[in-house]
């Protein structure tokens, strides 16, 4: 590795707000012992990072993977390598030093809301849709019994509509089936979800069981 490259990329983490529990792992490590459906979808997921954040879904060009599997299958894990992936190619491939961000969904939402009181409500909407390189850990949830809030919907979709206009890589994960997304959101936001996204399902055992 570049010593240059290398030292913008790690500084460049170090401002990704990734949780340090996912630091380590890298699309390399990741690969280690995958096998039938995961190893499949970390094919998927390897070439979206190896063509810069586009994968191709029903003969489009997508900018987004929506990773869905139930807990511990390894979404998190995977979404994380893959946005390290891609902020390490630009960085040595010199097309930017695009900063990553890791946010969870619900962290994202009380932090807007929290915003309306004083005004820095849109500030933080707009830092999550201009993210050059961004991951939506955990949208929506399955112990959840009601549909989202219609503030949740919408800020959603927001950031959605957003990055799909503008063609910003995403990566989004979810332990809720393609109906269960389009239920607590709403079909106008799972819509988005479908025009701008490859839905990739993780199935296989729990890792954290083994």
Known sequence: MNSEATDRYRNLLNHADIPPRYCMF?????????????????????????????????????????LSGSFGSGKTTLGVAALKALCWARVETGRGDAAPTFEKFYTFTRCVQAGYSDGTASATLQGIQRAPLLMLDDVGDLERSRTETDDKRALLYEVL??????????????????????????????????????????????????
Do not use: C, W
Request: glycine share 8%; no cysteine; charged share 25%.
């Open 26 to 66: 890298t699309m390399e490590s990741v690969k280690a012992g995958l096998t039938g459906v995961k190893a499949d979808v970390y094919d998927r997921v390897r070439a979206y990072v190896n063509a810069h954040g586009t994968i191709m879904q029903r003969d489009q060009a997508r900018h987004s993977i929506f």
């Open 161 to 210: 509509d957003y990055r799909s206009d503008h063609f910003l890589p995403t990566i989004l994960t979810t332990n809720l089936s393609a109906d269960g997304l389009s239920e607590a959101f709403g079909a106008r936001t799972f819509e988005r979800i479908l025009e701008m996204s490859a839905l990739i399902e993780l199935g296989g055992e729990n890792l954290r069981l083994l």
